[in-house]
């Protein structure tokens, strides 16, 4: 019986220590005179801090947070796929070796990893015409449709950097067979 409550005890007092320390991970420490972050600040991003000073009848505490400010908007990474989509169509070697770019199927993310450059990522639907004709053969044997046949239509993933003052594109890929095969470069 003493036996278990020791076992019981122990457990309790890990699982207390587990917890203790996944919140002293997330949280901030106390220092005289104010609030320090535990993590390192991140230089490449522009910071807006905002400084809470709470007064009671015997201390003064001073609290500061910060927020990173790489977000962007959604409007502005529209705009910058809408940039990107019409350059991609443009460009004679993007539509010899990808094809025409048809549509923008999904928004995977997007947002300023450096003061003044937008990065978005979307999937894109990329078709190639075919020669066709010869897979759609009218019935009775009255020889073949007029019908282009196509060859089907490929997704691949585009990674683009843009400027955000200018709106020019300073970097495309696009990673075709998710990024497992050959990607295509814009030359900017």
Request: aromatic share 6%.
């Amino acid at each position: 019986m003493k036996a278990s409550v020791a076992f019981r005890c122990a457990v309790a007092l890990l699982q207390f220590c587990t917890i203790l320390t996944f919140v002293n991970a997330f949280t901030t420490n106390n220092v005289r005179g104010g609030i320090r972050p535990l993590h390192p600040p991140i230089s490449i991003l522009q910071r807006q801090s905002t400084a809470i000073i709470t007064t009671t009848a015997s201390t003064t505490t001073t609290t500061t947070t910060t927020r990173l400010m790489a977000q962007i908007t959604e409007k502005e990474a529209t705009t910058a796929i809408a940039t990107v989509v019409k350059t991609l169509q443009k460009d004679k070697a993007a539509l010899s070796e990808l094809g025409r770019l048809t549509k923008t199927n999904n928004i995977l993310g997007y947002g300023m990893p450096r003061p003044g450059i937008i990065a978005v990522r979307f999937n894109a639907s990329f078709q190639k015409g075919g020669m066709g004709r010869s897979s759609i053969p009218l019935p009775f044997g009255l020889g073949q449709s007029e019908e282009k046949e196509g060859r089907g239509t490929m997704v691949g993933q585009v990674k683009a950097s843009v400027d955000g003052k200018t709106g020019k594109v300073l970097a495309a890929s696009v990673f075709r067979d998710l990024g497992y095969g050959r990607s295509f470069d814009l030359k900017v």
